[in-house]
């Protein structure tokens, strides 16, 4: 089975703004290819958030925009099942960035290992993704978004382990799944709706739910 991964570090806590993203395709052997790079976020970076990352000024000051940067991340996330760890805020994030820079939003699912983490481990001390990746002995350097998404992938890879799944279709009819889509630019929410067959994903808007299945594969 083929699944994208995807990780970004921010430079501001309010404004939609990246200086760095990388983005892992993989399949049944593991990594297939990855995609990484600092973006010039042109605003200042946040020294809360250098503190985590450490990427300064003068480390992105040469980097691509994100309008440079964009059609190498559109084409990698075009028609992808991408998993993300906290998704919905970064895929809001990513939203918010391209519609304010007049960017085309790639049309793809997005899905949550946070999620996944507090269905299947919810005894850990919490879902953070430098928590669960510990606790699943993944040995990354965290606030690396090259490195958080090779454990985004592991954490993928271990619930399919551990629910003896053998799809990502398989694994959410057992779970339930946790995330939305991305259609013509508008960010789509489902959520896991227990049946007779296991559970099934539903669009939810204005707080209703839509007979509107999402299918995985």
Not at 8 to 30: H, Q, R, T
Not at 158 to 186: C, M, P, Q, V
Request: include cysteine; charge should be negative; proline fraction near 4%.
């Amino acid at each position: 089975m083929e699944f994208t991964t995807l990780d970004m570090e921010f430079a501001d806590v309010i404004l939609p703004s990246i200086c760095s993203i990388s983005i892992i395709d993989w399949d049944d052997n593991g990594i297939k290819n990855t995609y990484s790079t600092f973006i010039n976020p042109d605003c200042d970076i946040e020294d809360f958030l250098y503190q985590r990352h450490k990427i300064t000024l003068d480390m992105v000051k040469e980097a691509p925009t994100i309008q440079e940067a964009w059609i190498d991340i559109y084409n990698r996330l075009e028609n992808k099942i991408v998993f993300s760890h906290y998704a919905n805020r970064n895929f809001k994030a990513l939203s918010d960035l391209a519609t304010i820079k007049y960017l085309k939003m790639p049309q793809c699912i997005f899905a949550c290992t946070a999620s996944i983490s507090r269905k299947l481990w919810p005894y850990f001390a919490s879902d953070k993704l430098p928590v669960i990746a510990e606790r699943l002995g993944v040995n990354y350097s965290h606030f690396n978004s090259l490195e958080d998404a090779k454990s985004v992938g592991f954490i993928v890879q271990r619930a399919l382990e551990d629910t003896h799944s053998y799809s990502l279709e398989d694994l959410y009819s057992k779970i339930g799944f946790s995330g939305g889509y991305i259609e013509n630019g508008e960010k789509k929410i489902y959520r896991a709706i227990k049946s007779p067959l296991g559970y099934i994903a539903k669009k939810q808007e204005d707080g209703e739910l839509i007979n509107d299945p999402l299918e995985i594969i």
